[in-house]
């Protein structure tokens, strides 16, 4: 605790000593503003490093990470949102993975991701993908306002389309139809 700053203060010290060797008719009032300077910067990056910074809010994630516990085994995961906000819940997940099991999520790729956004009816081969994929394993998909054409698509053939995640950022849990499963399991 009382250490960095003392360090900060004697780098301060130092320096206007090296200053005041370096240019001797700059004299003792810039020695001391310049041991000022190195001081209050030795003190700024000391603060900087032990306090924490500030994280904004990632909704993304929290609304990512409240599914876990919830998810029946492992399920991919579809998300139009920055990718660092993905990537922190997915580390997250993995984090989780020693204490909860096997729930960390496979990651869909953006390319599929953006296809299935939008106006999926346009792309017909990226819904029987995903309609492939949701027989396998249970797709989570958000935000679900992006994926709003793309539900009664998946709804025509059989599979079940449920709300999740957080009203901050909701997802689209899609998995087959009870009896689906029950024919695709051996």
């Known amino acids: 605790g009382c250490l960095l700053p003392f360090l900060a203060l004697w780098g301060g010290r130092g320096g206007a000593a090296l200053l005041g060797r370096l240019v001797p008719t700059a004299g003792r009032p810039l020695a001391v503003a310049a041991a000022a300077l190195f001081a209050v910067g030795g003190a700024a990056s000391v603060t900087a490093a032990i306090l924490p910074a500030k994280q904004p809010r990632n909704a993304a994630a929290e609304s990512l990470l409240a599914e876990i516990?919830?998810?029946e085994g492992p399920f991919r995961l579809g998300v139009r949102a920055p990718r660092v906000q993905v990537a922190s819940a997915w580390l997250a997940a993995f984090d989780r993975l020693h204490r909860e099991g096997p729930n960390v999520p496979a990651l869909l790729a953006p390319s599929l991701v953006d296809r299935l956004a939008g106006a999926p009816e346009g792309e017909p081969a990226a819904v029987e993908g995903a309609i492939v994929l949701a027989r396998v394993t249970p797709l989570l998909l958000g935000p679900s306002g992006?994926?709003?054409g793309l539900r009664p698509l998946l709804e025509a053939r059989g599979l079940t389309v449920e709300e999740a995640g957080?009203?901050?950022f909701p997802l689209l849990r899609i998995r087959p139809e009870?009896?689906?499963r029950e024919k695709i399991a051996p």
């Open 166 to 168: 957080t009203s901050d």
């Open 178 to 180: 009870p009896k689906a």
């Open 146 to 148: 992006d994926f709003a």
């Open 69 to 71: 516990p919830a998810a």
